[in-house]
Structures are given as structure tokens and as C-alpha cells.
């Protein structure tokens, strides 16, 4: 695991837009690992991008330092308990970007390192901008 290694749980839109802002500001492809369980997501991923893709959110995680959870709100609890025991031994930063999740859940609480934030949002909450320049500055690039 590369330190400054990013990783994704799930691969949708928001996941899509962030990785692509990412490498726009200089972070490697191969830094960018992301999880996505639906095979044709994952395929255009790598094609589209060069990023390192898993089909489960352990092997995936087990190559980030910093994990932004990109899910569906409904399962954002699943997600979490599945990688709780790593998250307990590696220690990383967990980021959700999760839709509609307006505080910061329990379950996210539990792995240790996390927070919320809000990239579609407005100038309340850490926008998409905010986001990318937080991410950047903690992988060592500038976010311009």
C-alpha cells in the first residue's frame, strides 16, 4: 500500500467526478483504488481512468490510507461493519460522501478516523471544490 494511496467505496457519480478532479490536480492513477461490485462500473473505471479497481470494498481498503465511502445511505452500515476489523488495524482516514447522511452515523464513528462531508452541497457543508483540495493537500498535490 502506497502511502498516499487513495481508495474509493463504490464507483458511482460522485466517486467518478472526485476521481476525476483528482487526477486533473496530479494524483497518480495508480494511487486511486476503488471498490465497486458491479462489473461494468468497474471496467469503465479503469478504462476511463487508470485507477486500480476491486470487486469488494476489504480488498480495495486494504490498499488506502484515506477511504472515502461513496455508497448508497441504505447501505453505508453494512459497508461499515465489513471493514471495521481493518479499519481497527490500519488506522485510516475515512471519508463519506454519502448521499442524503446529514451527520456523521455510528457506524462510521466506529472505524475510528472519520468524517463527513457533503460534495454536492453549498457553501455550508464541504463542497465538491472543498473536498478535492483537502484530498490533494493530504496526498502531497496541489489542488491549484
Keep these: 500500500m502506497a502511502a498516499d494511496s487513495i481508495t474509493f467505496i463504490g464507483g458511482g457519480n460522485m466517486a467518478r467526478s472526485l476521481i476525476a ?3 486533473r490536480q496530479g494524483v497518480p492513477a495508480a494511487h486511486i483504488h476503488v471498490a465497486e461490485p458491479v ?3 468497474r471496467e469503465s473505471l479503469a478504462t476511463d481512468f487508470g485507477v486500480q479497481v476491486h470487486d469488494n470494498a476489504a480488498d480495495a481498503a486494504a490498499q ?4 472515502l465511502l ?6 453505508l452500515r453494512e459497508v461499515c461493519q465489513s471493514l471495521q476489523a481493518l479499519a481497527q488495524a490500519s488506522r485510516p482516514l475515512v471519508v463519506s460522501i ?7 452515523p455510528p457506524e462510521l464513528i466506529e472505524l475510528g478516523r472519520a468524517c463527513r462531508a457533503s460534495p454536492g452541497a453549498g457553501s455550508h457543508h464541504a463542497g465538491a471544490d472543498g473536498v478535492l483540495r483537502r484530498l490533494s493537500r493530504l496526498h502531497g498535490h496541489d489542488a491549484g
Design 21 to 23: 478532479g483528482l487526477i
Design 39 to 41: 462489473a461494468a462500473l
Design 64 to 67: 488506502g490510507r484515506t477511504w
Design 70 to 75: 461513496a455508497v448508497k445511505p441504505q447501505v
Design 98 to 104: 454519502a448521499a442524503g447522511i446529514t451527520s456523521v
